[in-house]
C-alpha cells in the first residue's frame, strides 16, 4: 500500500516521540559503575577512562556488574545458578540496597532459609536483608505464572512499594516451560519492563539437555540470550578419565566448577573461564583462570 504525503506527515507525528537528537539523550544516558555481587565477577567487568595527564588509556574496574544492565545467568542443572541469584540478592540488601526477588521454582519459604542461610555464610546482618528484600512468590500458581502481564502489574506494585533498584528472577524459564515459543515475547516484556523501572537485573535460565553447556543458549532457544544486555554462563565437569585428572589436578570423581562471561553490551569484560567452587556454607568463590590452572598442571 502506497502512502500519501498526508498519510506520511500523521505517521511522523504520531511517531515523532521516537526520534531523538543524540544531545537530549544526555541526561536520561545511565552512569557507568558496578552493581557489586560480592563474588570476583565484581573484578571481571572493566571499563576505559582516558588519562588526561599521560594521554593515555587506562583500563578501570568496574567493581560489579553494570549499573542498570539486564544479565543472564545460564547453566544446566545444579550449576550453581540460584546460589549466584541469591548471594547477589543478599550481598546488596546487606548493603542497604532494595532489592525485588522474585522467585518462580522455589516457593517463598524455602527461598527465604536459603537467603538467611547465605546472610549468615556471607557474615551480613540478617536484620537488614529481612527488611530489605521484597518477594513474589510465582512459584505456587501455574495461572499467575502463565499470565505474564499479571507478574509484571505484581512486580511493578513491589518495586514501588519499597523502591527497588535490583531484580533477581529465578527462573524466566518457569514462564514458558511448556511453551518455549513464547519465550522472546515473554522476556522482552520483562527485559523492556525492568528497563522501564531503572532496575539492575539478574535473570536465571535453565538449559534444555539438548543444549551444549558451555553455549549462551538456554530454553526459549538464543532468543533469550539475544535480548539480554549480557549472558554469564556456569557450568560444571566431572572428571571421569585420567586424562581430566591429570589436566585439571583433580582425583576422578570430583566436580569442576566454571564461570564465563559469555558476553555483555554495557560494559567491556573478562571473556576466560574461570574454576569456581561452592563452599560448605553455599557461596560462589571464583579462583583461578582455567587457562592457569591448566599451565600449573603442565610445569608439574
Ligand atoms: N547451602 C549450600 N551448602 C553447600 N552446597 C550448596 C548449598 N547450596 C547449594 N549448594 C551446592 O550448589 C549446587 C548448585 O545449586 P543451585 O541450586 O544453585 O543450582 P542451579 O544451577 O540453580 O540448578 P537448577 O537449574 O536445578 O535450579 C547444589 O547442588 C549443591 O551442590
Ligand atoms: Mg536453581
Known amino acids: 500500500m502506497e502512502l500519501s504525503i498526508k498519510d506520511m506527515e500523521d505517521e511522523a507525528k504520531k511517531y515523532g516521540k521516537f526520534i531523538k537528537e543524540l544531545g537530549e539523550l544526555k541526561e536520561s544516558a545511565p552512569e557507568i559503575f558496578g552493581v557489586a555481587t560480592g563474588t570476583k565477577l565484581d573484578e571481571l567487568f572493566y571499563y576505559v577512562e582516558f588519562d588526561e595527564k599521560t594521554q593515555k588509556f587506562k583500563k578501570k574496574i568496574l567493581g560489579g556488574i553494570p549499573y542498570r544492565s539486564v544479565l543472564n545467568i545460564v547453566g544446566i542443572a545444579d550449576t550453581g545458578k ?121 535473570f536465571v535460565s535453565q538449559k534444555r539437555s539438548s543444549q551444549q553447556a558451555e553455549s549462551a543458549e538456554a530454553a526459549g532457544g538464543l532468543a533469550v540470550a539475544h535480548i539480554v544486555d549480557g549472558t554469564i554462563i556456569l557450568d560444571k565437569k566431572l572428571i571421569e578419565t585420567r586424562f581430566d585428572q591429570s589436566l585439571y589436578g583433580l582425583p576422578i570423581g570430583s566436580v569442576l566448577r566454571t564461570i564465563r562471561i559469555d558476553g555483555c553490551r554495557l560494559s567491556a569484560h573478562d571473556s576466560d573461564t574461570w574454576v569456581m567452587e561452592i563452599t560448605d556454607k553455599g557461596l560462589i568463590k571464583i579462583k583461578e583462570k582455567l587457562s592457569d590452572v591448566i599451565k600449573k598442571q603442565k610445569t608439574k
Open 82 to 202: 540460584s546460589v549466584f541469584a541469591e548471594q547477589f540478592a543478599v550481598y546488596q540488601a546487606a548493603h542497604g540496597y532494595k532489592v525485588l526477588f522474585v522467585t518462580v521454582e522455589s516457593p517463598a519459604e524455602f527461598l527465604y532459609s536459603s537467603l538467611k542461610q547465605k546472610a549468615y555464610a556471607l557474615n551480613v546482618d540478617f536484620d537488614k536483608v529481612e527488611e530489605n528484600i521484597i518477594v513474589v512468590d510465582a512459584s505456587k500458581s501455574y495461572q499467575f505464572r502463565e499470565n505474564v502481564m499479571s507478574v509484571i502489574k505484581t512486580m511493578e506494585a513491589a518495586i514501588k512499594k519499597k523502591h527497588c533498584t535490583v531484580t533477581v528472577i529465578d527462573s524466566v524459564t518457569g514462564f514458558y516451560e511448556h511453551r518455549e515459543v513464547m519465550a522472546r515475547q515473554i522476556v522482552r516484556a520483562l527485559f523492556n519492563f525492568l528497563k522501564q523501572h531503572k532496575q539492575t537485573a539478574l
